[in-house]
């Protein structure tokens, strides 16, 4: 395995970890919105909703540049190593559509909460 490969592989194994803390810490912010809207408090409610939708932007943007350095990164290697590598783009394409539909249902709830 040459140095280039292992590089982009730890690189690529940090980016989904950094995903991963955001879109967590994003879900943890909307279950403290689910308490604050159990107790009748719109106002916290809707600003933990706010940063559980701020966290989960900063995933989706880590997402897609994770995506697009992976794929400027593949041209510098050599057709055997691409082939190992070209099965991560997969997980990176479905985080990103995780996190769109995770963040269409924030911007609902928040409207949902504003509304009433």
Same mark, same amino acid.
């Given at each position: !395995? ?5 590089? !982009?592989?730890?690189? %690529? ?12 810490? #994003? ?8 308490? *604050? ?25 880590? #997402? *897609?540049?994770? *995506? ?16 190992? !590598? ?15 539909? #995770?963040?269409?249902?924030?911007? %609902?709830?928040?409207?949902?909460? %504003?509304?009433?």
């Amino acid at each position: !395995m040459g140095d280039k490969l292992l590089d !982009m592989k730890m690189l %690529y194994h940090s980016g989904l970890r950094n995903v991963g803390v955001f879109f967590t810490a #994003s879900l943890a912010a909307l279950a403290v919105s689910r308490h *604050y809207l159990q107790k009748k408090n719109k106002l916290y409610s809707l600003i933990s909703l706010i940063i559980g939708f701020l966290l989960l932007l900063v995933s989706c943007l880590v #997402s *897609y540049f994770m *995506y697009i350095d992976h794929h400027s990164r593949l041209v510098a290697l050599n057709p055997k190593d691409k082939k190992k !590598m070209n099965k991560w783009q997969y997980i990176t394409i479905l985080l990103i559509l995780l996190n769109s539909v #995770s963040a269409g249902l924030i911007i %609902y709830r928040i409207g949902h909460v %504003y509304k009433n």
